[in-house]
Structures are given as structure tokens and as C-alpha cells.
């Protein structure tokens, strides 16, 4: 094997990002064999009847075998399923739309600003932290909403137990552009020298760590701009490096596949498949989708840590150091030990991806604030209102 194989690299780069190696995954075909479950393979996607589902389900040896299925599908496979009738009640779909747009013209009254991932800010109609609205709105439709079988059946099969729900809800209205390709959370939301600076494993790590699936609540035909989806393309490791480069966005929009959905279908994958909201081109279809995160139980510290206050009392010692001439290497890691250099999780409506895929970290706030030479008081004011914005 060459020190360049997939697999074999400790480092990724934007030189490992081979359009030929891509094209040789993606262009593979979907084995119906593989997954008998299925009630068919529709342009390299299984599609699942979810009543066929409850069946299969219905013993623990059963489940199990149903939840190999749905994994293999996602990590070896396309990388995407589709399940018909996730929701067999359309009222739950439907109670749950009002609630999402009670909140949405709340917030369009309020005049909040809001940001959006992969899409140009305010192009469609976002709600961050949809759970939470929603739960404390109106909390019997919550319930309704998320007993749902087959949100847990996937869920459970691609995260194990103990695993955590987000929710964003997403309206593309008649004429809405679509967003750029791209992969998702972690590491799609780095910038391309952010994500370079982890080694391979990370990059291998970062699609385990979430499951990425949206329900509709709308008919979606093809017209009104469903997700576009690129089978397989989750295969190719250094893709977190790869969805920006123009050739593979250039493939991707010519080789894209695109599915229909009816209100109450569903659909999973893998963060590191290639994808992107459609284009509504429709004259009067508002496309709604809830935007399911389900996020692994392990993706969090062993400790609590008040790193604003640490990074408070350390600040004086920084600036100090800084002063008498103390390498920026030095400084980067003590910074780096001190403060929270993530920015999620937040409240994304109070801390908003306005100008980038992140919100500053904690970090991030400190680090500017060494180079700027800030007053302490000043850099406790921006913690503590950074603290603020991130709460519920």
C-alpha cells in the first residue's frame, strides 16, 4: 500500500483530493442484495417502507438485523436511506408544522437576524433550536413528534443508546436558491485549514459522531427542491477538503441525485455524504423540513470546567508574557489549555453563524483579545456575554 492509499495517511490535504478516486466510489451501484429490507433501490438509494419496518422490528433479533441493514447502508454503502411513511399520522406531521411556523413569524416580527449554513443568510426561513421552541411551546405536539419508531430505530442503530436530538427547521420558499454542496457537523462546519489541521483518523472519527436526517412536512416533488444527495460520496476520506474544490462541485451538481418525498417520509445519512437543499423552482410549494441532528452520547468532556473563569485569571498572565516577548507558539497553548476552543454546542439564534459556517469560540475570544490588548474588564464582559448567548 503507498503512503498515499486511503487509510494509510496521517495527514490529509487538499493533494489527496483525487477526482478520479471520488469518481471511482461515487459511480459504483447499489447492491439490492445488500439490503433486502428494502422495498427497492431508487437511483442508488434504498428505500424503505417503514410499516415493512415495524414488522421486521418487532423481536429483538429482528431489530438488530434491520439496524445492521440501515448501518451498513450508511457507513459501506450509499450513505443515505429513505423511509416512506416515518410517520403514519398526518396530524402529528401537521401539528408540528404549525408550531414550527408560530415560532417562525414570531421571529419574523422580531426582526432577528439569522444566519444559515451552506446558504445565503435569510434566503429561506430558519429556526435554530427548534426542539427546545418547541418543546417548551407545545409540549404535547413535542411528544407526539418525537415518540416517533423510526427516528429511534436509526437513531440507535448508527449512535447506540444515550444518544441527543437537535432540531433545525428549514422552509425553502417558492423560488429559493439552493445551498452549495457540502458536508456536515464536525468537521464540514471547519473551515478548509481548520479541517486540514486534523489528522486522517479525525476525519475518519467525525461521521460516527452524528447522524444527519430531515422529516417532511410538505409533499416534495422534485420541483420544489428536495436535499440533492451524492450515493457513496461519504467513501472518500479526504472529503471534509474535497466538497469545496471546484471540480467536485462541478461533478457534484452534474451527478447529484434528487428524491421526492412525501409529507411524513424520511431521510438519514451519514454527515460526510456529499449534499445540499435543492433549488425550489416550484410556483407555490413553502418546502419544509425538520433538520434532525442526533448527536453520539461520547462526543463530550469527562469533567465540567469553568474555562471562563479560568480564562479570566489567566488573561492578566498572557498579556503579561506577551509584553516581554513570549513566542506567539507559547501563548497559542496556554490559550489552548484554557479556554473552550469549540463553538458549539449554542443557541444559535442568540449566536448566529452570521459571516461563516461557526460562531467565535471562547477561545477564539481570548486569543483576539491577547492580540488586541484588551482591558480584563473588557475581555470578562465578552466572556460573560458569550456565556449568555449560548444558553437556552
Request: with cysteine; hydrophobic share 40%; aromatic share 8%.
Amino acid at each position: 500500500m503507498s503512503p498515499t492509499d486511503a487509510g494509510s495517511r496521517t495527514w490529509l490535504s487538499e493533494a489527496d483530493c483525487d477526482l478520479d478516486t471520488f469518481r471511482s466510489l461515487v459511480e459504483q451501484g447499489t447492491d439490492p442484495r445488500a439490503y433486502p429490507s428494502a422495498e427497492r433501490i431508487e437511483r442508488n438509494v434504498p428505500v424503505y417502507d417503514s410499516e415493512r419496518l415495524r414488522d421486521l422490528t418487532a423481536t429483538p433479533e429482528g431489530r438488530r438485523t434491520v439496524q445492521s441493514e440501515l448501518v451498513r447502508a450508511l457507513l459501506d454503502g450509499p450513505g443515505v436511506v429513505v423511509l416512506k411513511a416515518a410517520y403514519t399520522d398526518p396530524a402529528v406531521v401537521d401539528r408540528a408544522s404549525e408550531a414550527f411556523d408560530a415560532v417562525i413569524e414570531e421571529e419574523r416580527a422580531s426582526g432577528t437576524a439569522r444566519g444559515d449554513h451552506f446558504a445565503k443568510p435569510g434566503a429561506n426561513d430558519r429556526v435554530w433550536n427548534a426542539l427546545d421552541k418547541v418543546a417548551v411551546r407545545a409540549p404535547e405536539v413535542f411528544a407526539d413528534y418525537y415518540s416517533n419508531d423510526m427516528l429511534a430505530l436509526v437513531s440507535d442503530a448508527w449512535l447506540g443508546p444515550a444518544y441527543q436530538v437537535t432540531s433545525q427547521v428549514n422552509v425553502v420558499n417558492p423560488g429559493g436558491a439552493a445551498q452549495t454542496v457540502h458536508r456536515d457537523y464536525h468537521l464540514g462546519f471547519l473551515s478548509q485549514e481548520q479541517a486540514a489541521a486534523y489528522p486522517a483518523h479525525v476525519h475518519r472519527l467525525s461521521p460516527v459522531l452524528t447522524l444527519q436526517g430531515a422529516v417532511a412536512h410538505c409533499d416534495m416533488p422534485v420541483e420544489s427542491g428536495p436535499t440533492l444527495f451524492l450515493p457513496h460520496s461519504q467513501k472518500h476520506e479526504p472529503g471534509y477538503l474535497a466538497f469545496r474544490l471546484p471540480e467536485f462541485i462541478a461533478y457534484f451538481d452534474e451527478h447529484h441525485v434528487q428524491l421526492p418525498l412525501a409529507k411524513g417520509d424520511a431521510v438519514f445519512f451519514n454527515p460526510a455524504l456529499f449534499h445540499a437543499a435543492g433549488h425550489n423552482r416550484s410556483v407555490g410549494i413553502r418546502r419544509m423540513a425538520n433538520l434532525l441532528q442526533v448527536s453520539s452520547a461520547f462526543g463530550r468532556a469527562m469533567e465540567s470546567v469553568d474555562r471562563e473563569a479560568m480564562a479570566n485569571a489567566l488573561f492578566p498572565v498572557l498579556l503579561r508574557r506577551r509584553a516581554e516577548g513570549a513566542p506567539e507558539e507559547w501563548l497559542r497553548r496556554v490559550v489552548a489549555a484554557t479556554a473552550e476552543g469549540y463553538p458549539f454546542p449554542t443557541n444559535l439564534d442568540l449566536d448566529p453563524p452570521v459571516g461563516g459556517l461557526a460562531p467565535p469560540s471562547q477561545a477564539d475570544t481570548v486569543w483576539r483579545a491577547v492580540t488586541e490588548s484588551w482591558s480584563p474588564d473588557r475581555l470578562r464582559q465578552e466572556l460573560q456575554a458569550a456565556t449568555k448567548r449560548r444558553q437556552s
